[in-house]
């Protein structure tokens, strides 16, 4: 194989979820909770299927504002051909144990900080303030 070959190997997919329309009182704790489940390196997703269980080479996960109930939110992530199966099943187990044991409350102060400040720097971000004065 070249050295400057692609990998042509590896599987892309996305999980799409219905989420709240973004003006909901739901929306807020949507948002909070897609940061705790992939928002670091800690995170549930990235934690368990990424370090410990080696499914995924990468993730992402965030709520989009959508205008609309039930707009379809994202869960993407990318891994070996032969671990998209194992890789959704991990998600959804995840997903399950969060409803079934709920987050502690430390853990979700941990999400709100890095929500907060993924905040902060967008305001600092000229290109994000100069795009919202020319709307």
Not at 71 to 85: D, L, S
């Amino acid at each position: 194989m070249h050295k400057n070959a692609c990998n042509i190997g590896k599987a892309y997919f996305l999980i799409a979820n219905e989420g709240p329309k973004a003006t909901s009182p739901e929306y807020l704790p949507y948002q909070l909770l897609t940061e705790y489940l992939a928002g670091s390196k800690t995170s549930p997703l990235q934690a368990d299927l990424i370090i410990d269980k080696a499914l995924l080479d990468d993730v992402y996960m965030e709520a989009w504002p959508r205008r609309y109930a039930k707009g379809w939110q994202p869960f993407a992530a990318e891994t070996e051909v032969n671990k998209v199966a194992p890789s959704v099943d991990g998600f959804w187990r995840l997903i399950e144990e969060v409803k079934s044991t709920g987050v502690s409350e430390s853990e979700l102060n941990f999400a709100k900080k890095r929500l907060l400040k993924a905040h902060w720097r967008t305001l600092d971000d000229q290109y994000e303030v100069a795009s919202a004065l020319a709307t």
